[in-house]
Every structure is written in C-alpha cells, then in structure tokens.
C-alpha cells in the first residue's frame, strides 16, 4: 500500500521543464533511489517531496495526506544533504539534537536519544567535536542521524556520497542500506551513480530530461532495460545497430554478417533494431584462418584493465565491440590480436528503433571514481 | 537552477533606497555645488571649472601628486615583489612575520607615524628632507605596503612558484632571467591591483603631507575648500574621479582573480 | 624503511632568509623607527630623563575630552556603521534581490570606502553646511531650519554623519562574505528539522555570524579612530578629536612640551592595539566557520 505517492508532478523553471509528469510510488519501508545524469530532475523531484519547493503541477501524498502545500517544516521529513549541512557553531551531539530541540523535547530525552543514533551511526565518540573537525564521511554520518532523530516519516538523501573518497562511498552506503533497514524507514535517495543505486535499493527509477525512463528491480533494469537511454546508462552496454533478415529465425544483419538472436524473433523483416549486449557475455577467441562467416571478427585494439577483468576492445569492419575477459585469460589476447566475437543468441535484448529517432547520447558524467 | 523567490523582500527595498539617498545626496550637492556661479550663488555656470583648469597650482600639485605616485609605485615593485617571491619560493616560515608587520601601519596610523618620522630624520639632508620625493615618498611606500603585500601574497599564491621556478631553472633560465621573464608575467594583474590601489592612496593621502607641509594635491583641495567654496565643489568632483577611475581600474584589472577592494589610510 | 628525502631545513632557513634583508631592513628605517620614536619619547621628559607624567596627564584636559570624543564618535559610526551595513549588506544579497544590485553595490562600496578625507568633508559641506543645497532645501520647500535648530554639520554629529560615509560602505565589503558564507543549505536543514526562520537566526545564523559582526564592528572602530583628514577637512581643526589635537600640538600650537604630542599618540596606539588584539580571533574563528 502507498505510503509516499508523487503524482504527476510538473516543474518549470523558465522554458526548461524540469519535471514532466513524474508518478512514483512507495510502499511503507521501500527504498527508491532515483538516477539520472546531471540535470535529468532528480533533485528538483526530491526537493519537491521535501518541500523547498512546490510544484506547478501534481502533488504529494504522505501516508494518504496531501501535503504539497505544507511547509517543509510541517512535514517531518528528514533529510539529508549533498555537503555543508551540519550547522558548524554547533557539535556533532547538539546537530543531532537540534530537531528535538525544537519539538520541545526535554533534555534527558534528547541526550538518550542522540545517544542512540550517534551510536547507531558509529560515531559514539564523536558528540564532542565540530563538524570542521570531522572528516567528510563522518559529517554525512551526524547528518543522517540528525535527519533521523527526529523519528521522521520518510528519509530523504540528495546525493549524499558524492563528495566523499570511493572508499568511503562504499562504505557508508552499505550502513545507510542497513540502518534503513533496520529501522523500516521509507527512504527516497537521489544519486547519478547507477552502481550506487543498483546495489542498495528495493526499486530503482531512471530519469531523463525531467522523465522516468524506467522504474523497476535493479536486477530488472540491469537485464532488462526498456529503453536505448536506460541501457546506455545502466552499467556498460554494447549497443548494435542491426536490422531484422528473418523474424522466424531470430536473423539479424549487423557490419555484413548474420546473427542469430533470439529476442528478434517476431520482429518484422526490415525493421531497424537495437542489439543490447553486455560485455561480460562477449566471448572471444583468437581468429583461426578466415572463420564462421556467421562471427564477428576484429582486432584487440585497446585493453583497459579494471581489476579482476579487462576490457577489451574489439574493432573491425562494421564491428565495433566491447568485451570484458577475465584478466588471466586477456593476457592471451593482445593488443594487435586478430580475434572472432560470439554473441550468444539469448544473452542479447533487442529495442526497436525508428527511423527518425536519434541514439541518445549520455551527457558526460564523471564516472564513480572520477570525482 | 534552483527555483528563486521571485519577489524582493520589502524590507530589502527600504534599506537600499535610504543606502542609495544617503549615498548619492553628497555627490549630487558637490555637483550643484560647482555649477553655482559666485555672484548670484545660484545655478548655473561652468565658471568654476573654467577656474580649475586655470589654476597653475591645480596642474602643479597634481603633477606633483601623480609623480609621487609613480615613484611610490616603482619603489614598492622593487621591494615587494623579489621580497615576496623571495619568502614564497625559499623561507615560507617568514610569511606569516611579514602579514603581522603589514598589520603594524593599521596600529600605528598616519598621525601618529608622521610625528615620529619627522623627528626621527630631521638631521637629514635637504634633499631627503625637505623634498617630498624623498622622505615623503619613504613613508607612503609604507603606507601602501599592507595592500600591496596582500595583493602581491594573493597572486603568488595563485600560481605554483616552486614549480614555475624549478621548471625555468631546469631550461637553463638565470634567476634575473627566471623572475622577469617567467614569475613576473603571472603576478602581473596581482602587481596592477596593488599598483592602483597604491596609487589611490598617495592621490588622497593628506594626513602626512598636511603635517610635514608638502603642497601635494589633497592639500591644494583643502586650500581650496578653505578659500574658495564654488570651485572646491569643481575641484572635490575632480578628485572622486581621479580615485574612482583609480579603483575601477583595480576591480576590472582583478576581475578574474576575485580581488577585493579594501580600504586605504591616511586619505581619511 | 626506505624515507623520501626530506629537505634539511635548519641550514637552508639560516641563509635564505637574508633574501628578505632589504625588505626588513625598509620596514626598520621608515616604520619600525619611527613607530618607536613616537612611542619611546611619550615617556621622555623635556629635561632630558624619564617620565611617566605625560602619559598619566592623559586623563586631564584637553585630552580627556579628546579621548572621550574620539571613543564616542568610533564606538557609534561603528555600531551604527555596523547595523546599516549589515541591513543593507543582507538587503542586497538576499534571495530574491536582483544579482546586479549585489554586484553594484559592492563595487560601489569599494570605491566609497575609499572616499575620505578632504573631498568628503567638502561633499557634506556642500549637502549640509549653512549653504549646503540639502540645508537650503529644508529651509526653502520644507520651512525646516535645521541651523536655526541648533544643528550644525561642525561638530561632532557633523563628523559622525560623515564619516558613515565611509564606514557603512567598509562594512559592506567586510561582511558580505560572511553573509554569503551562510549556506543555504543550513537554512533549509533547520527548516527541515522543523525551525521556523526565527529559531534557525537565533540558533545557528546569529551565532554563525556574530564573530564577523563582531570583527567587523572593531575594525570600523578603529578606522574611524585613526580618521584625521575627514575631520580636519570639516573643521579646520575645531572639533576635539584626538587625531586632531595631535596635529594641532605638532603643528606648534602649543609647544612647550613636544612629548604630550607623543603621549597621546601612545595612547592612540595603545586603543588601536587593544582593538587588534581582539580581532584577530574574531577572524580566525569567523573564517573557521565559513569552511
């Protein structure tokens, strides 16, 4: 059952829609994160539901009241943000204290209860010290316990590890997975990191230019995305253009050669598609002689190595493909390796294309460690 | 974008319009001011303009302050800027002596320094005594050390000196070679910015030169303003625009390196 | 363990610093020397030994007065300086303000600062002197005679209202980066936890910003302290001001003693030095702050 409910909220600023009809709904404990690049309207979303803003259009219904026209300060919410938030003439003990000050909580009361979040968050020791004097990670942390003192009914997080180290970005979003969970808080948490989004949501929403693309299971938005958008922005994707020979077969024709695969089945003959493959599901092997003129052949002409697998890629007439080898077995493959590229006909999603539509291109976004 | 409130506070308005009268009133009666012919004390005449203009002592004080600018300017160049260049590439440790000693003029102001410093060189020469190119140019050197050390200190700290340094060295650069060719051009807008702001300071400087009688221009305003009421409106106005051309200079010289304008002594 | 070279730098210190000898050597000749004559020979007497007489004369006429005056004016442009600068600071950098006003005004007061002196002095004579167009205004088109009141611009109100002029503008410079140093984010954190504008001032912008406005206030205090040329612009030298007396006894008024000349520079020194004193952590901390 609903217990936070956006619905069909517009926002305009000048003549950029920043909002274009967003629904979403969260059930009671659920973890939604919302992704996007830069600018795709995620935090304006956010900001709406918190009340900093209001929305030209739609509304927003907490536990069944609507509360769009509420002062963020009416509508307990906790929220948590991006940098800078910890109020700096006050400790990490009175920061966290603060929201129970103004409801007029009694001393004993809030000195228990700071207690129990500083702990909570793991910085028992740390009451006594000002937020300059607490690294990044420990000032989000006092943040989420500040946000979380006052027992609030959502839990809201604007991109609360971008600032911060790698290191410590996985770290701390493992403990705000399991604080969540451990106190069954409904949370909404806005990110542009898709791996970040993937690994500690319920659902995850894709948004675009002011849209939601795709909403669903981070196992289902990896497997399945429903757009070239969500594909593109999901993790890495092989994205070939080709068009259908034989709806029967499954035949596509991709840079000359013929492809069997699955998912294009019951296409119609002619029909421009996109072949969506993961590069983990590439296989290759060297070239021997002139090959199965059914397989994609190229030369290894880059490899980047990223820890336990290396990606390669692979370039070749009408081929142009990525694929990730585990490390020991890339070693085999060099540079300058002349190799035949298997797409396994089940492991590829297919998109139509129409004529007139353009590939969207992903605007660029420093990526997870490229801070 | 984050959303704006799109109305402007009323209170907001209250203070800007009373900070925009009190503000613009002085300048607009100087103006009046100069324009009221000396017979009828009314409305409206060139005349004391005309009288400015013609006045030997006007040029003469003015020439006499703007060459004592350029030589104040050119003696704080050549000590300030190997000084500082000095302390941030080889003994960072003296950074912090020097930002205290650019504090003491704020401690020991022009009135007070001026007595001291004509006690103390009296038996001079004459031609450092009695001339204002020497003892007088002396002290508004110091005068203009604070703002030209803390413009100077911002600009080197903008560029990396260590490396600019070693990188000009290991292409075979001398030191004189390395710091004209090299450091210099990069502390350029911070030297302006010191420059202007140094300039301003001896255009307006009185205190001093009232009290060791030197005829520089502020002290032929005052003579005017004494003596003379219409056309010190002419000459006042002349002397706002000599200081703000001055300090527009410096803010659209530090435009792009966030300079902020600052307060200069002894013209009050 | 294997350690990167590190620099040895007790020898090198030793040498390098000599490279600030010219530097130091200027600052000793027309600064320090001079600072030193002044505050040395308060204490002298004019028959040649030492004395503390002339310091301890501090407390009589004229000085007193003097003193009293200087105190007054600095403590209310100060206060009053601080107050306005500070609305009008806020004013312009509020949301909702357009950004140009911000700009301009700070550009403004970046010039108006700088506006001392003898030309301001003539400025105001010419607003609110006897035939100031504001005073002939008022007595014209509004039949007030603020003269025939018992205003008069040659006084110490007459120096207050000037001298305003350059220390609001001061403020504004001074405290428009701590005002800007209020992130937004602390407003609408307090407001998401449930404050209402008045309790997030009161608990976190007041305090945030009090050490600013403090170190603000202090140092328009002592701008206005060492103000000479102003004062002497509009009055000749006829209001009691400390700075003035000073040039009035050097200017050989009354010279029998050239040492209480010195005595009250000291003393002017010793106000200016307290001031400092104080300001510097009020800085420190502010700037803490404001990371």
Known sequence: ?371 | ?268 | MFRPDVKSGRSRLSLAWIGALPFFAYTLLFLFLPAGEVLVGAFKSVHGGWTLSNVTGLRHEPYYTAFKTSIEVSLVTAVIGGIAGFGIAYAAIREGTPRWVRSGLTTFSGVAANFGGIPLAFAFIATLGTIGIATQFMKNQLHIDIYGNGFTLFSKTGVEIVYLYFQIPLMILVIAPAIDGLKREWREAASNLGASPFQFWRYVGVPVLMPSMLGAVILLFGNSFAAYATAYGLTSGAVSLVPILIGAYYSGNVLDNPHLAQAMAFGMFLVLAVMMVAYIPLQRRSARWSK
């Open chain 2, 1 to 268: 974008m984050m959303a704006r409130l799109r109305r402007i506070a009323p209170s907001a308005y209250i203070w800007l319009f009373l900070a925009a009268v009190y503000f613009v009133l002085p300048l607009l009666a100087t103006f009046l001011f100069s324009l009221r012919s000396n017979q009828t004390g009314k409305c409206c005449t060139l005349h004391s303009y005309g009288w400015v203009i013609h006045n030997g002592d006007f040029w003469h004080t003015l020439k006499i302050s703007f060459v004592l600018a350029l030589e104040t300017i050119v003696i704080c160049l050549v000590l300030f800027v190997p000084t500082v260049y000095w302390v941030h590439l080889k003994v960072p440790r003296l950074r912090p002596v020097i930002a205290f000693i650019a504090l003491v003029p704020f401690v020991v102001p022009p009135i007070v320094m001026v007595i001291g410093l004509l006690n103390v060189y009296r038996g001079t020469p004459a031609w450092f005594y009695d001339k204002p190119w020497g003892i007088l140019c002396a002290v508004y050197v110091i005068l203009a050390f604070p703002y030209m050390f803390f413009a100077l200190d911002a600009g080197f700290r903008s560029i990396d000196v260590h490396t600019l340094t070693e990188a000009s060295q290991s292409l075979g650069a001398s030191w004189p070679t390395t710091l004209f060719k090299v450091i210099l051009p990069n502390i350029r807008v911070a030297a302006l910015a010191g420059s202007f702001l140094a300039l301003a300071i001896v255009m307006g400087e009185f205190t001093i030169a009232n009290l060791a009688q030197f005829h520089t221009f502020p002290i032929f305003l005052q003579y005017v303003n004494e003596t003379q009421a219409y056309p010190a409106g002419a000459v006042t106005l002349m002397s706002f625009g000599i200081t703000w051309a001055a300090m527009l200079s410096l803010l659209f010289v530090g435009r792009g390196r966030g300079a902020r304008p600052t307060l200069i002594a002894g013209g009050r």
């Open chain 1, 1 to 371: 059952m609903a217990y936070l409910e956006l619905k069909g909220l517009e926002r305009d600023f000048g003549t950029v829609k920043a909002l274009d009809g967003i629904e979403i709904s969260l059930d009671q404990g659920e973890f939604l994160s919302l992704l996007g690049p830069s600018g795709c309207g995620k935090t304006t979303a956010l900001r709406l539901v918190a009340g900093f803003d209001r929305p030209d259009k739609g509304s927003i219904v907490v536990d069944g009241k609507d509360v769009t026209h509420v002062s963020p300060s009416k509508r307990d919410m906790g929220m948590v943000f991006q940098a800078y938030s910890l109020f700096p003439n006050m400790t990490a003990s009175q920061n966290v204290e603060f929201g129970l000050k103004i409801r007029g909580r009694h001393r004993g009361d809030r000195h228990k209860r700071v207690g129990e979040l500083l702990e909570l968050v793991g910085l028992a020791q740390a009451g006594d010290r000002y937020p300059h004097q607490l690294s990044g990670g420990m000032q989000q942390r006092v943040a989420l316990a500040r946000a979380l003192a006052i027992e609030p009914r959502v839990l809201l997080l604007d991109e609360p590890l971008s600032a911060l180290d790698a290191k410590v970005r996985l770290q701390l979003r493992e403990e705000i997975r399991r604080i969540q969970l451990e106190l069954g808080i409904t949370t909404l948490y806005v990110t542009h990191d898709q791996e970040e989004a993937l690994s500690i949501s319920d659902h995850v929403a894709v948004m675009y230019s002011g849209r939601i693309e795709q909403m669903g299971s981070p196992a289902e938005m990896y497997s399945s995305p429903a757009t070239p958008f969500v594909a593109e922005f999901i993790g890495t994707m092989n994205r070939l253009e080709a068009t259908v020979l034989d709806g029967g077969t499954g035949a596509v024709e991709y840079g000359g050669v013929t492809l069997t695969v699955n998912a294009a089945r019951d296409r119609a003959r002619g029909s421009r598609v996109l072949v969506l493959v993961r590069p983990e599901t590439v296989e290759l092997v060297p070239a021997n002689g002139d090959g199965d003129p059914n397989t994609l052949v190229g030369d290894v002409v880059t490899q980047t190595f990223l820890g336990p697998v290396t990606r390669l890629k692979v370039l070749g007439p009408g081929t142009d493909l990525i694929a990730d080898v585990a490390t020991a077995k890339a070693a085999t493959l060099p540079v300058g390796t002349r190799v035949t590229a298997t797409v396994p006909a089940e492991g590829a999603r297919l998109l139509e294309l129409s004529d007139e539509e353009p590939l969207p291109s992903i605007p660029e976004e420093p990526g997870p460690s490229g801070q």
